[in-house]
Nanobody, 121 residues
C-alpha cells in the first residue's frame, strides 16, 4: 500500500503565505515526478506545479513567481511554498506522485486526499 498525506492548508488573508507538505509512505521503491494540483468549486482540477526526480520544476502561469515546489527525497516528501496568495488561489490542493513499489513494478499514479486552502479577508 502507498499513501500520500497532505498537510498545511488553512485560511489566510490575501498577500499571506502558506506551506503545504505531502508525505508518501508505504512500500516504495522509487518516486519519479511529484506534483501539486488544485480544484476550485465548480472548476476542473488543474496542475499547479511539477518537480521531477532530479528537481526540475514547472509551474502553471497563474502561480509563477509566487509558488515554489520542492522535495526531500530522503523523506519522500514534496512541498509547496505559496506566497502572495490571492483569493483566486482558493481551492482544494491535491498531491500527486508517480511511484514504483518495487524494481519489478511499473510506476503508478497516486493521489492524496486533498487539503483546503482559503484566501479571504
Amino acid at each position: 500500500q502507498v499513501q500520500l498525506v497532505e498537510s498545511g492548508g488553512g485560511l489566510v488573508q490575501p498577500g499571506g503565505s502558506l506551506r503545504l507538505s505531502c508525505a508518501a509512505s508505504g512500500t516504495i521503491w522509487s518516486i519519479n515526478a511529484m506534483a501539486w494540483y488544485r480544484q476550485a468549486p465548480g472548476e476542473q482540477r488543474e496542475l499547479v506545479a511539477v518537480i521531477t526526480s532530479v528537481s526540475t520544476t514547472t509551474y502553471a502561469d497563474p502561480v509563477k513567481g509566487r509558488f515554489t515546489i520542492s522535495r526531500d527525497n530522503a523523506k519522500n516528501t514534496v512541498y509547496l511554498q505559496m506566497n502572495s496568495l490571492k483569493p483566486e488561489d482558493t481551492a482544494v490542493y491535491y498531491c500527486n506522485a508517480d511511484i514504483r513499489r518495487s524494481r519489478f513494478d511499473r510506476t503508478r499514479d497516486y493521489w492524496g486526499q486533498g487539503t483546503q486552502v482559503t484566501v479571504s479577508s
